[in-house]
């Protein structure tokens, strides 16, 4: 059975920085692209970012280069998004996605697993 666990949301100021991770089970981490998404209240799925088997490939939704940086640790199974300079418009909930094969993702429709989510919310 797979599983993806978020953690790490939470309450923060705008300008602050949070890390999320992604604990992931079930699975052969090391053989699957995972990446994020958020939802915003009343707003649709975003795609935030997407990281290749060995950490090399990675892409980011174009209004967020810069600010966040995508990383795994294979050997602890584990997927991290460092949020740095979070503005009110990051509040969202995020959502660990993993996809097996040799394909990265960039829609929901592209997703094999997803976690739960975790709320991040930026206060001014």
């Known amino acids: 059975q797979v599983q993806l666990v978020e953690s790490g949301g939470g309450l923060v100021q705008a300008g602050d920085s949070l890390t999320l991770s992604c604990a992931a089970s079930g699975l052969t981490f090391g053989t699957y692209y995972m990446g994020w998404f958020r939802q915003a209240p009343g707003k649709a799925l975003e795609f935030v970012a997407v990281?290749?088997?060995?950490?090399?490939?990675?892409q980011y939704a174009d209004s967020l280069k810069g600010r966040f940086t995508i990383s795994r640790d294979n050997a602890a199974s584990t997927l991290y998004l460092q949020m740095n300079d979070l503005k009110l418009e990051d509040t969202a909930v995020y959502y660990c996605?993993?996809?097996?094969?040799?394909?990265?993702?960039?829609?929901?429709?592209?997703?094999?697993?997803w976690g739960q989510g975790t709320q991040v919310t930026v206060s001014s």
């Open positions: 996605a993993g996809r097996g094969g040799v394909i990265p993702f960039s829609t929901d429709g592209d997703v094999d697993y």
């Open positions: 990281i290749g088997w060995s950490g090399i490939y990675r």
